[in-house]
């Protein structure tokens, strides 16, 4: 991603906006601060997922990471193994099955030789689409993947801490969307929702036995990985940057330092959070609202019609 940034439209000329984030590499945890842990990343093999788990690397974890394509995964091993030298290990798993997530979990702890203590949930479903056209299956494979593959996850993972009697912790990776409803979203949104709401749930739930759980949100933070129908969809924006309060999109790396941050023993007292990295994107207010454009429209669909003979 181009670390410069436009600002010549009319209005933004001489705005510095925010300031680009330290390079690629840097970070503000000590060196080491996961050396000796293992973190386990669902959706880790691309994208935003990805971008965690290096994070993760460059300050000594062991990695697994799972996700549904195993050319993907592999790529993305022989990527972060490079990263830091640090042992990489993948599972090729639906979160939507709880059986295949416990095997998984059983295979990279033996890969490993330990028993991941930190779980980031970044895997999710997600396209854009009008609600009045958003089929049953659509809905299913988002909320399936997104709110329930989490909790699958989640529960195993923390089963085994539970069981134990050691400590952890979970990141969970929203969306703004859980508070203020996405429109052309509407099953992402409702899944993020409960994400959010689990989130909050289980930190309370299993604090007493040492297990934290935070949720994390990210802004725009364009990548190589995203979906088709997302991209264009932005491209059809134009000028992300000038969009933004920060004047900026994010970088994925910055929602890694989140997600170490979290994760660190300098957070140990953070927990039931959502931190959103976002450069106040989704708190900006206009002094006056833009005419309304139908979600139709903005996705660029035709006239609606609806006939009982269409079934789903």
Same mark, same amino acid.
């Given at each position: 991603m181009d670390e410069t940034k436009d600002t010549t439209d009319e209005g933004f000329a001489r705005t510095p906006g925010l300031p680009a984030p330290p390079p690629l590499g840097a970070s503000a945890l000590p060196a080491g601060t996961f050396r000796g842990r293992a973190v386990l990343v669902t959706g880790g093999g691309s994208g935003l997922g990805k971008a965690i788990a290096a994070e993760f690397a460059r300050l000594g974890a062991d990695l697994a990471i799972l996700g549904r394509t195993a050319g993907r995964l592999?790529?993305?091993? %022989?990527?972060?193994?490079?990263?830091?030298? !640090?042992? #990489?290990? !993948?599972?090729?798993?639906?979160?939507?099955?709880?059986?295949? &997530?416990a095997g998984v979990l059983d295979s990279c702890e033996a890969a490993l030789g330990? +028993?991941?203590? &930190?779980?980031?949930?970044? /895997?999710?479903?997600?396209?854009?689409?009008? /609600? %009045? %056209?958003?089929s049953p299956n659509g809905w299913r494979a988002v909320v399936d993947i997104t709110l329930t593959g989490t909790w699958f996850a989640t529960r195993e993972f923390a089963r085994r801490h539970l069981a134990a009697g050691t400590p952890a912790s979970v990141v969970n990776v929203g969306a703004s969307y859980a508070w203020t409803g996405g429109p052309g979203y =509407?099953?992402?949104?409702?899944?993020? =929702?409960? &994400?959010?709401?689990? !989130? %909050?749930t289980l930190a309370v739930e299993w604090g007493p036995y040492g297990i934290q759980v935070?949720? @994390?949100v990210p802004g725009l933070m364009p990548h190589e990985d995203m979906v088709p129908a997302v991209r264009a969809t932005l491209d059809r924006t134009g000028r992300? *940057?000038?969009?933004?309060?920060?004047?900026?999109?994010?970088?994925?790396?910055? @929602?890694?330092?989140?997600? !170490?941050?979290l994760a660190s023993p300098y957070a140990r007292f953070v927990s039931g959070h959502t931190l959103v990295v976002d450069g106040a994107n989704w708190q900006r207010r206009s002094l006056v609202?833009?005419?309304?454009?139908? #979600? +139709?429209?903005? @996705?660029?669909h035709g006239a609606f019609?609806?006939? =009982?003979? *269409?079934?789903?």
């Open positions: 592999a790529a993305a091993r %022989e990527e972060l193994a490079a990263v830091a030298g !640090t042992r #990489v290990v !993948t599972g090729v798993c639906d979160i939507r099955d709880p059986d295949r &997530v330990a +028993r991941p203590d &930190v779980l980031v949930n970044c /895997a999710a479903a997600n396209f854009p689409v009008p /609600a %009045e %056209e958003l =509407a099953h992402s949104a409702a899944a993020k =929702a409960g &994400v959010k709401n689990l !989130t %909050e935070n949720g @994390l992300p *940057d000038a969009r933004q309060p920060a004047l900026r999109v994010g970088h994925p790396r910055e @929602l890694g330092w989140a997600a !170490t941050f609202n833009d005419p309304v454009v139908p #979600v +139709r429209a903005q @996705l660029g019609a609806w006939r =009982a003979a *269409d079934g789903g």
